[in-house]
């Protein structure tokens, strides 16, 4: 158990009418600090999404999805954000906001392999 490392994640919520606070799960966002790892998962259903809401334009949704995956990775194009070291990139991108892209509150836990808890935290809230 030497490798287990703590980690936090959050869901990523889209909230299509913010004053109604209903929402959809659509990805999910994890940081482990010792194992070095920021990743985040989301899917965008289409015709899910639709069904909840029909004024939502999913492929503006789906940018600012990739701008967070950018912001993730360090990359260049992540912007001022992304130049921030790992911790501080997952604090801006869980912090509260009242937007049409929210995230539930932060959640902890322990593992040896952030990116697999990824993929079951995903297909567990989201899928």
């Known amino acids: 158990m030497p490798n287990r490392t703590t980690y936090e994640f959050a869901i990523i919520r889209l909230v299509p009418k913010v004053e109604r606070e209903e ?3 659509i990805g999910v966002i994890l940081f482990s600090r010792r194992k070095k790892y920021l990743g985040i998962k989301y899917k965008i259903d289409k015709t899910r999404i ?7 334009d999913t492929d503006l949704i789906n940018t600012y ?3 967070w995956e950018l912001m993730c990775q360090g990359a260049p194009k992540g912007g001022r954000i992304g130049e921030l070291e790992q911790a501080s990139r997952f604090r801006w991108l869980i912090a509260s906001r009242s937007t049409i892209i929210q995230s539930s509150s932060t959640h902890t836990g322990l593992c040896e392999d952030p990116e697999k808890v990824l993929d079951d935290t995903f297909r567990r809230y989201v899928l």
């Open 65 to 67: 999805l990739e701008a």
């Open 23 to 25: 929402f959809l799960n």
């Open 50 to 56: 639709t069904a909840f809401s029909k004024e939502v």
